[in-house]
């Protein structure tokens, strides 16, 4: 499409998962929305294992039926491997009623398919479009920038940041706060796999501990077609002499966990190895006058449980009734409505997260507690994606139930 209109009821930057579901409930509500991304899809990104609870989502917003017949691989559970100890869950042994199954995605492909929905139910969708300025007054913004096209100028009555890493909003208005993660990276490739005739489950992501330093991890997600995804995620201190490019460096760490590296032996690059550093980010706060801010853009803890698509999703799912009942003139308690329902899943994961990296989330899950099988349904529902279901007390009772059931291990 050419220059985006210049006016519209919601504009939204950016088209990834949030962006782009987001977009296609408020579509289907009757709302005017354009939705402008910086990149030209199809494009690569991260995050490609998704969790049950995403499923919910993207019922919701009538999108089961186009993306079950997309042929992604399905995702039943995940594998846990050290090298010595092994555990392997599946999440239909869950404590929380829902979905027990999702996909495993190349986003190129995924996200293309998401922004298309939205567009083909009314969304003004333009890509290569850099947004430079959002300007707010009582009840209007307005958003400036330049696409491939020409410059465009856009009159709104509320923005809606969905763009990731871009963090359009943070940034223009100041509202970047350092996360309290320590700095990690990460290192990642996609390779025709050539796992046939291994014992590997496609139907389960991969989670594989470094045999001697706990928080050094990997992942292995496969995708149809034998290809798959596969990464590192270490302190930068563990990285150096470890090769001279980011090739020789994931391949120099995969061959130090055995496991890996026996399933990956006839595995080919696809495609060259990326790098992300410190991802890990946080915001001040998550809505104000006239806008809201969705998924990565409003904070990003860390891909070890794959929670980043779910809590786009969640952002966007919650983002719809407050915002729809604030077009037609009601006023609302952003705090109340959005931010802190979405907080209350995020700090569960955020528990899980820091538990897992100090070895307490390990000890738990390669040894759990004997005869408790609630303890571990209740645990499965979490790496589902269900954090925000207020009858799991790892939901409810944070860090202190978890410790508590580590002490059992």
């Given at each position: 499409?050419?220059?985006?209109?210049?006016?519209?009821?919601?504009?939204?930057?950016?088209?990834?998962?949030?962006?782009?579901?987001?977009?296609?409930?408020?579509?289907?509500?009757?709302?005017?929305?354009?939705?402008?991304?910086?990149?030209?899809?199809?494009?690569?990104?991260?995050?490609?294992?998704?969790?049950?609870?995403?499923?919910?989502?993207?019922?919701?917003?009538?999108?089961?039926?186009?993306?079950?017949?997309?042929?992604?691989?399905?995702?039943?559970?995940?594998?846990?491997?050290?090298?010595?100890?092994?555990?392997?869950?599946?999440?239909?042994?869950?404590?929380?009623?829902?979905?027990?199954?999702?996909?495993?995605?190349?986003?190129?492909?995924?996200?293309?398919?998401?922004?298309?929905?939205?567009?083909?139910?009314?969304?003004?969708?333009?890509?290569?479009?850099?947004?430079?300025?959002?300007?707010?007054?009582?009840?209007?913004?307005?958003?400036?920038?330049?696409?491939?096209?020409?410059?465009?100028?856009?009159?709104?009555?509320?923005?809606?940041?969905?763009?990731?890493?871009?963090?359009?909003?943070?940034?223009?208005?100041?509202?970047?706060?350092?996360?309290?993660?320590?700095?990690?990276?990460?290192?990642?490739?996609?390779?025709?796999?050539?796992?046939?005739?291994?014992?590997?489950?496609?139907?389960?992501?991969?989670?594989?501990?470094?045999?001697?330093?706990?928080?050094?991890?990997?992942?292995?997600?496969?995708?149809?077609?034998?290809?798959?995804?596969?990464?590192?995620?270490?302190?930068?201190r563990y990285l150096a002499g470890k090769g001279e490019n980011n090739e020789d460096i994931l391949h120099c760490l995969i061959d130090e966990m055995p496991d890996l590296k026996r399933l990956?032996?006839?595995?080919?690059?696809?495609?060259?190895?990326?790098?992300?550093?410190?991802?890990?980010?946080?915001?001040?706060?998550?809505?104000?006058?006239?806008?809201?801010?969705?998924?990565?853009?409003?904070?990003?803890?860390?891909?070890?449980?794959?929670?980043?698509?779910?809590?786009?999703?969640?952002?966007?799912?919650?983002?719809?009734?407050?915002?729809?009942?604030?077009?037609?003139?009601?006023?609302?308690?952003?705090?109340?409505?959005?931010?802190?329902?979405?907080?209350?899943?995020?700090?569960?994961?955020?528990?899980?997260?820091?538990?897992?990296?100090?070895?307490?989330?390990?000890?738990?899950?390669?040894?759990?507690?004997?005869?408790?099988?609630?303890?571990?349904?209740?645990i499965v529902s979490v790496l589902a994606g269900y954090a925000w279901d207020d009858e799991n007390p790892f939901v409810t009772r944070g860090r202190h139930y978890l410790d508590v059931v580590?002490?059992?291990?």
């Open positions: 499409m050419g220059r985006p209109s210049e006016n519209c009821d919601v504009v939204i930057i950016g088209a990834g998962p949030a962006g782009a579901l987001a977009a296609k409930r408020l579509a289907d509500e009757g709302v005017s929305v354009i939705l402008l991304e910086k990149s030209r899809f199809p494009r690569f990104v991260i995050g490609e294992s998704l969790l049950p609870q995403s499923m919910a989502f993207l019922e919701r917003a009538g999108l089961i039926d186009v993306l079950d017949g997309a042929g992604f691989q399905q995702k039943t559970g995940a594998n846990f491997s050290d090298g010595t100890r092994y555990s392997s869950i599946d999440f239909s042994d869950k404590f929380t009623k829902g979905w027990a199954r999702t996909w495993q995605v190349p986003r190129e492909k995924f996200d293309s398919l998401l922004a298309a929905e939205a567009e083909r139910a009314g969304t003004e969708l333009h890509f290569e479009c850099d947004v430079e300025s959002v300007e707010f007054a009582a009840g209007t913004a307005v958003v400036s920038g330049h696409s491939s096209a020409a410059e465009f100028r856009i009159n709104c009555r509320f923005v809606v940041d969905a763009s990731g890493y871009g963090r359009v909003l943070p940034r223009l208005l100041d509202l970047d706060r350092p996360s309290d993660f320590p700095v990690r990276e990460a290192l990642f490739t996609h390779v025709e796999d050539n796992l046939a005739g291994t014992d590997f489950d496609r139907n389960k992501i991969l989670i594989a501990v470094h045999p001697e330093i706990q928080d050094i991890w990997y992942w292995l997600i496969p995708f149809a077609a034998a290809r798959a995804s596969v990464g590192v995620v270490a302190p930068a990956l032996r006839d595995a080919k690059d696809c495609r060259p190895a990326g790098r992300i550093t410190g991802y890990s980010a946080g915001v001040s706060r998550l809505t104000g006058p006239g806008f809201a801010l969705l998924g990565n853009a409003g904070e990003f803890l860390d891909p070890v449980f794959s929670s980043g698509v779910t809590i786009a999703f969640k952002s966007a799912d919650l983002l719809i009734d407050p915002l729809m009942r604030e077009l037609a003139g009601e006023t609302v308690d952003w705090e109340k409505d959005f931010s802190n329902p979405l907080k209350r899943g995020v700090d569960c994961f955020r528990t899980f997260v820091e538990a897992w990296y100090d070895g307490s989330l390990q000890k738990i899950i390669f040894n759990p507690p004997e005869g408790d099988n609630m303890i571990r349904k209740m580590a002490a059992q291990c």
